[in-house]
């Protein structure tokens, strides 16, 4: 006897980010299948489905794949410094042009830093497909013993 409540999770390793891959489900008669993902691989949701409809029949099954990009070097400096110097001209002007006093500061220049904020640097999902598909097996695994060892207990 299998319970409909279970979690599993697994970690991969990408070149330039780590993804955590959690997967829970929660008693429904049919299956609903919801994946939270970086828009970039939104294209995947029907490959993630077909991986877990081999699995599990029904449920309301959560996929949440969270992509962590800290410990890449590369991408530590996610501002776009173009964006932010012609956004800071554009302003000065656009106050001298209104007679408006303008002056920098910090608080300025954090503010616009964070409305030019780059995109994510996430690999290609032509590039991170084979190793998602892994991670979301193993943790489909992980989710399946939890599920068999509850239903154990309720049983």
Known sequence: MKS???????SIELADCQVSIEI??????GLEFVLQAPK????FERTAQNLVRQKVDRGRIRLTLSVDTSHNKSTHHLWN????????????QYCQSRNIPFVK???LVERLAN??????????LQT????????????M???????KEEGSLLK
């Open 4 to 10: 409909m409540t279970g979690y599993g999770q697994a």
């Open 141 to 147: 695994e992980n989710l399946i013993a939890m599920r």
């Open 115 to 124: 409305s030019c904020r780059q995109e994510s640097h996430l690999p290609a």
């Open 105 to 107: 500061s910090a608080e």
């Open 24 to 29: 829970s489900s929660v008693n429904k008669k």
């Open 128 to 139: 991170a497909e084979e190793k998602l598909i892994d991670g979301i097996s193993d943790a």
């Open 81 to 92: 410094m173009e964006a932010m110097d012609g956004e800071l001209d554009n302003l000065e």
């Open 40 to 43: 970039e691989w939104q294209a």
